[in-house]
């Protein structure tokens, strides 16, 4: 019995040596990728528009991987990844034995490419930089977390009011009373650099009174409604877009739960839940979006019912000439691969694919 012992905790000592140990490290390199799109207007061809950007791409999950340290990693809020694989287990995605759809690509909100755009039901950010005339356009595109549904982040348009390294958080008296009741916290201000200020390292004020776009010292929220209505931003994404953005920035709080885009002279489209319940409907939005943009004929409607019936947060080709059985983004996926290098985590495309592309 001794030795069956021993042999037990020795196989777990050795799974748990080979588990997959994810560290802050492994999240702050990831680059800024600006993606260039064209959209419709009355010069473009309708097959030369795009408003379809990034790759899906394709992950097989190991031992040690949650769906909180892949979102991270990809660069997705926690609600993206898990919209997109509903049947994984979050906690042991590697149990299931299949890969998992990592969905890095994105239709842009409709119809304002300029400044900063965030689509609360998405929770994601979109920046569209200045650019010279005649220059290609290009977005950057962050994951945020917003406001629960008693502190609902509101719709409309705003401009940057200032900036602020390690900004100390004076607790509005509504978020003091709320920190009273529930944890017993009574502070009335949390200096800047604080571990527990909430505000993170950088903070965008908007001209939205009490609203802003900041970092945050709790990670894991990125992708979920759990703040008091700010956008918080992963650390190291905070940290690229805040040199990007100057005081008198314009921009915009949408709430789109159906997006449709254009890519190829395909038809994409892409639906979201609909967090504080602003827009029920999504076959009627969907269709309602198709007709006002004279792409119903080019639909396949089983394949559209399809794509609003499971919601799940990625671009889906509707068209006619779609296959029904293909890949999410059937002419864009790759396969990633997440690999050990001597402590640090590398992605790698499949062979067939250069991923600088």
Request: aromatic letters at 10%.
């Amino acid at each position: 019995m001794r030795s069956l012992l021993m042999v037990l905790c020795i196989l777990a000592a050795v799974a748990t040596a080979s588990a997959r140990k994810w560290d802050e490290e492994d999240f702050l390199d990831r680059r800024v990728v600006p993606f260039p799109f064209d959209p419709p207007s009355a010069e473009t061809p309708r097959d030369q528009v795009r408003t379809v950007i990034g790759e899906q791409e394709l992950y097989k999950p190991t031992k040690g991987d949650t769906f909180f340290d892949l979102a991270r990693f990809f660069d997705l809020g926690y609600n993206e990844i898990i919209l997109a694989n509903p049947k994984a287990d979050e906690w042991l995605p590697d149990r299931g034995g299949e890969p998992i759809v990592a969905p890095t690509a994105w239709v842009l909100p409709c119809c304002t490419y300029e400044g900063i755009v965030i689509n609360i039901p998405e929770m994601r950010l979109y920046y569209y930089p200045p650019r010279a005339k005649g220059a290609e356009r290009t977005v950057i595109t962050f994951p945020v977390g917003l406001g629960r549904i008693e502190w609902k982040t509101p719709k409309g348009k705003f401009k940057v009011r200032d900036k602020t390294v390690d900004p100390t958080w004076v607790i509005p008296e509504s978020i003091r009373k709320e920190r009273i009741a529930d944890k017993g916290f009574s502070e009335e201000v949390i200096p800047g650099g604080s571990p527990d200020n909430p505000l993170g390292k950088y903070r965008i004020r908007l001209s939205l009174d009490l609203y802003g776009i900041h970092g945050t010292n709790i990670p894991w929220g990125v992708g979920m409604s759990v703040s008091h209505g700010c956008v918080r931003l992963y650390p190291e994404d905070i940290e690229k877009l805040y040199p990007m953005i100057k005081v008198g920035a314009e921009g915009e709080f949408v709430y789109e739960t159906v997006k449709v885009g254009l890519k190829n002279g395909d038809v994409w489209v892409e639906v979201h839940d609909d967090p504080y319940g602003l827009q029920p409907g999504p076959w009627r939005r969907a269709t309602e979006l198709l007709t006002n943009e004279g792409l119903v004929d080019l639909v396949d409607e089983d394949l559209l019912l399809k794509t609003v019936s499971e919601a799940r947060g990625y671009p889906v080709n509707v068209s006619r000439r779609a296959s029904p059985d293909v890949v999410p983004v059937s002419d864009s996926t790759r396969a990633v691969d997440v690999q050990v290098s001597e402590g640090a985590f590398q992605r790698e495309a499949s062979p067939e694919r250069d991923p600088t592309q």
